[in-house]
């Protein structure tokens, strides 16, 4: 890998112009000279592209700046943003977050270290434990326990939190988890678990996967997920289910 960078961090982008905690991520980037950050600006029609801008040019070195033409869905832009720190290798470890960074760029890189030559992918769960700080609404978090229900029954696995918006993963795993497009603009989390086991199968799946509790997160205000998703997302996880289910190898279900 080209210079010493451990870890890229992609970050999709849509109208944050107000929300972008710009101030962290310079603060960040400044402290932890192995990290990069990657943000894919998602034809955002406010100034958010400006602030990126902005941000890029104090740290040239250390911010990577993809724009989209046309809005693409997270999903996408997420995808887009993996593929091209892969197809760079700017880092043996790549990760993404969300842009309001409700799980911070320095938790990130600390979970981050938990990938070893057993584990190949990790990823963040607001579990409350002792010590440990999770504000949400309890709306959100009961919506959330519900379609953590359906999901751990789809994938026929033992997992509190698919949805967190952190996961980590080996350069060398990129294009499993994202060379295909996904069935879900919102629920796309939820595949990259699905591709691992049946790629892998559910033994060795699972051997490879690590679930870390957070030790903080903080709701950062309103969801972009429209109420009208709602009703698409069932039929998401009906799609996912199907399609989980004629790829898992019929020996390791």
Known sequence: MPNSTKIVIVVPCFNEQNRLPVNDYYTFLENNPKAKVCFVN?????????????????????????????????????????????????????AYLDADLATSLEECYEISTNLNSQKSFVFASRIL???????????????????????????????????????????????????????????????????????????????????????QWIDQGESKVKISYFFRLWYDLFLIRKTHRKHMNPSVV
């Open 42 to 94: 998602d034809a955002s029609t406010d100034a958010t592209k400006e602030v990126l801008q902005s941000l890029q040019n104090s740290l040239p070195k250390k911010i990577i700046l993809l724009d989209n033409e046309r809005n693409l869905g997270k999903a996408e832009a997420v995808r887009k943003g993996v593929l091209y720190c892969a197809k760079e290798k700017l880092a043996p470890h790549i």
């Open 129 to 215: 434990k002792i010590g440990s700080v999770v504000e949400r609404r309890f709306s959100r978090f009961l919506f959330g326990r519900i379609i953590a229900t359906f999901i751990s029954n789809i994938l026929n696995i033992k997992v509190y939190d698919t949805q967190c918006g952190c996961k980590i993963f080996t350069t060398e795993i990129a294009n499993l988890l994202f060379g295909k497009p996904f069935i879900s603009k919102w629920l796309f989390d939820v595949e990259l678990f699905s591709r691992i086991l049946c790629h892998y199968g559910e033994s060795e799946g699972l051997r490879m996967m690590e679930e870390i509790p957070v030790k």
